[in-house]
């Protein structure tokens, strides 16, 4: 089946430092990728998705592009801010339209000190 | 809009006894979940129903029970817990169609098993 890996954390960086984490898949078929997001005491909450390769997804200044040829999906933001410290999931899952498995990676912890 | 709604946030039981964490979702979605989050592993699938009357099972199925009366809620029950339970719970829902892969979570509920 269907699976991501996807960096260890704690991720720890200064207010303004450049962000990546790192997301790689394994999947049949075509699958949609996606970061999750979760902030302290909530539930996950979809940050950004792409659903084919060199597919682009962005939202609230992040960013990952779906790359088939390393298959990949690396979340980047250029300047990171104290209130982005959160637990950051990549996942993948089919395209169809039916109920989707989505398979989540073991998530990264990001620590943004001021 | 309430979104997905879980309750209790918090709960402690004994081994050997049971409960039921209630969901609830005001969306009209079709699709509902429940995924367990455990240190280390991401989130597994317990169970999943596609609509009223049908639920199917997930990834860590044993030793939990769901029912789908309504499309509003899907409670998850223990029927005898056991230590290696003890875990955070996330509800989560969903359309049916292009937007089934795109899940709303509710905000979970922490379950320790003494």
């Known amino acids: 089946g269907n699976s991501v890996t996807q960096m260890e954390g704690p991720v720890t960086l200064s207010e303004e430092a450049f962000l990546t984490i790192n997301c790689t898949y394994t999947a049949t078929g075509y699958p949609s990728l996606f970061w999750y997001v979760q902030y302290p005491g909530e539930g996950l909450q979809l940050l950004l998705k792409a659903t084919k390769a060199d597919d682009k997804g962005s939202n609230k200044g992040f960013e990952a592009t779906y790359r088939k040829e390393t298959t990949s999906f690396h979340l980047e933001k250029g300047s990171v801010q104290v209130s982005d410290s959160a637990v950051y999931f990549c996942a993948t899952t089919g395209r169809g339209t039916g109920f989707q498995k989505l398979v989540f990676g073991t998530g990264t912890r990001l620590l943004v000190s001021p | ?114």
């Open chain 2, 1 to 114: 809009n309430a979104g997905v709604t879980q309750t209790p946030k918090f709960q402690v039981l004994k081994t050997g006894q049971s409960m039921t964490l209630q969901c609830a979702q005001d969306m009209n979605h079709e699709y509902m979940s429940w995924y367990r989050q455990d240190p280390g592993m991401g989130l597994r699938l317990i169970h999943y129903s596609v609509g009223a009357g049908i639920t199917d099972q997930g990834e860590v199925p044993n030793g939990y029970n769901v029912s789908r009366s309504t499309t509003e809620d899907f409670p998850l029950r223990l029927l005898s817990a056991a230590p290696s339970q003890t875990s955070v719970y996330f509800c989560a829902s969903s359309l049916r169609g292009p937007g089934a892969n795109v899940l709303t979570f509710g905000a979970g509920s922490r379950l320790t098993v003494l």
